[in-house]
Every structure is written in C-alpha cells, then in structure tokens.
C-alpha cells in the first residue's frame, strides 16, 4: 500500500460535519464513498481533526492509503474524484507521503478563523455572524490576549469528552478587519490542538466581552473555573472555518 | 419634497434584475414596495443604472423623494427598511442631496467587476464563473489594454436598445488575481457608462483571447465592425458585480 496525502476544502451547511455517521451525509463518508468506487476496494479517509455538523474548512488535510499497483495516477484520481464529489467538496491535492505519516498525529498546529459582520451584508450569506455595530474589538483583542499559552481549556470543551488532557497550546487568538470588507472582522485562532467546540466557545465569551457583559479578564477567572457552565454560549457553526493545517 | 440618495447592495440571483417589471421580482419592485409602505405614500426608486437579471450590485446608488413633512428620520428608515427588506438587499445610507441630483444621470463612472476562478472553490458557489486552469491572463490584459478610449461598443451591446449613442469613455479595463484567494482572479472595467450586456460580451471575448481562440489584437478588429455577432459569447450573470458608481 501506498499513504497520500489529501488537501481540501468544504462547505460546512450540506453537512452533518466530517466524521463518518450512519444515515448521516457527512464529509468523510461522501470522501471514502467517492474514492472507493474510484480505486475500486474500501478506502479509509483520516482527517487532521474532526469538524462538527456546519463547520466549514477552507484546507483541511487528510490521508488515504491505495494499493501499490493502483492504475489511475494521483492527478487522475484528483479530476475524477473531483467531478463526482459535487459543488460542495474540493480536493486540491493528492500527494504520495512516507507508509508512516499520519493526517492527525504529525500535525503541528491547526488554524480556525469565525467571521462576523457588524453590518447588513447580501454576500456574507451566512458564512459570518451578525455582529451588533457596537461590538468593543478593542476589550476583545484584550481578552483573547490573555489566554495565550499552555493552558487547560476544560471551560471552553464539551463535556464528557474522551480525550486524556484538556492542555493546549495557543499561539494565536486575535480579531482583525477583513481588508477590504467594510464591517467584516475574523478572529483567528491557532493552536497545537483543539477540543470539542473550543473555539465556538472562545468566540462566544468573547462576544461576551465584546458587549460589555463580562470585562477582558474575567477570560482569566474562566480558564480558571475549569467547568464549560462559566465560558459564554458557543457560536453558531455556519461562520466558523478551519483555515489551516501544519506538519 | 426632499430628495435623497440611497447606498445600497444587493445579490443578484434572487431577482429578475434591478428594473420594475409586472409578474416579476425586482431589486428596484422590492424597494419600492418596502418604502412605500415606511413612507405611507408612493415612493419612486431612481437607479444609477439597470442591473440584468441575475447580476449583483456591491454598490448601486438610487435616488428618491420623500415629502418633508415625513416623520421617521433617515436612520430610522434605513433600521426599517433593512429589517423589510429580508436577506438580499442591504441599505447602507440614506443622505440628502440638492433636490436636482441625479443618481443616474449625476453619476460620472460605473465600476463592474467580473470573477472568475480557475480552480474548484466550494466558497466561490455560483459567484464566479469556473474557468479553464489554462486562461492566459497576460494575453487577456494585453486585449483589454487595447479597447481603453472613447470608442464605439456597437459589437458588444445587445441589439436593437434604445440609446441614441454606443460611445462610451472605458477608463480601466484589466484582469487581476483576488488577494490571499489562489485561483480567483477579477476582470475591473470602469467607463463613464454601459451598454446593456456590454460588460458580459467583453469578459466573453477576453475569454475567447484568454483560451487562445482569437489574438490579442483581434478586439480592435470587432470594435470596428460595430456588430453583435463578431464579439464572444456573453457570460452567466451570477459572477458579475457593480462595483461601484462615482459622482
């Protein structure tokens, strides 16, 4: 057998997030349906992570392995695959890598980015949240300061989650403006990992900020909690996207 | 009465185009209805221009009046308005203006951009037109570069319209790549006005330049034939936007 790696991107809203659930159209069900019937035996598809049902990835990274004697060369598998997956899903990429090199375990940092919109926008069509005008991007950038580092991020995880620790490592967490995009901001987010509905969470308490509901450092006394109840609501998934992978 | 100008935008695919038409739904029917209902009175809506059916506006400047005895103030309107309008149409601004301004015939310049993108984008979702990967953009620009002037765009407008002169001022005419977006690029044409379809036959002739189906200095040639039938197939609407208009 031979590993690839995948590069691709998705739209979010037809469906029931990436991992493989029966009576459920999911990404990586639609994936190793496609590229089964291509490669003609069951293929698995790893992903670097798992986004929920809604969530979007502007490149997302994902390994299969094919038999050695497989016919159809990377770039022919990429246009057919492409063809028969429909509008929704695009691979842009089909790389041969080392028998060992692992989609999930060998990535180093993953990037998501939430849009918001603090005006009427025909064209952001649900993929950015609408903001109120008055939003305080100053107080949030001073909040998301904060949580920068090695950190346990139990208070902004799902509950009852079967990961061993709770620890990740932030790197990046910082609003800006969209060039270009009058009332369109993003808040990007990097980190060695993520857990289950971090990053709605994050974006969500510092909203909360945002409003003047909660000062900047109450994010401190969150963390601190370790109990999801005190972080703010977790955000709508429709303008969230994973927007990078590193190895 | 008062006049006033209004700043808005809108996507195109919703609407049978900018212009009232019976049985159909239009940007301009749409914001009528709306306002009249706000005003309590007929409320007139004047373009700068007439968007085809399917094509998108980032920005359309209207103009209408409203007597001056109306109670709610602008900003109040602009709430209401965008709140009736649903999803599609923005209002950004209501200011007053001289009571002789003229959206459209005030108006010194129309921007248009057409995008395109040259690799599959589950984000770009019938917002720009899917072109070969092949497209040589350096011979496009190099057609375009040609038509700048005031000339005769006879060959590029529908046939048989009812304006009394084809010559238009074309002041930028050329392709550039999206930034931090690989694969799309836009075509920017700004001119002094349009003809109708005028935008969507040039973009279609610099894509017949662009596949190597004609030279570079071929546009010259169907410029001087003042007919339809010598330029390039017109473009789908849904990947072409007013950009902006200037006074």
Redesign the interface.
Known sequence: MMRYFLTL???GAPFHGWQVQPGQVTVQGRLEEVLSVLVRQPVAVTGAGRTDAGV?A?RMVAHIDMPDDYALKPNMLLRSA?SMLG????I?DIQPVAFDAHARFDATEREYRYFVTT?????A?G?AWPAPPSLDFEAMNRAAALMLGIRDFTSFSKLHTDVKTNICDLRRAAWHPC?EREGMWYFEIAADRFLRNMVRAVVGTLVDVGRGKIPPQDVLRILDCKNRCSAGTSMPAEALFLWDVKY
Not at 119 to 123: Q, S
């Open positions: 991107a998705y739209r979007n502007r492409n509008p929704d899903i695009a842009y005006r009427k926008n025909p064209f069509m993929m060039p």
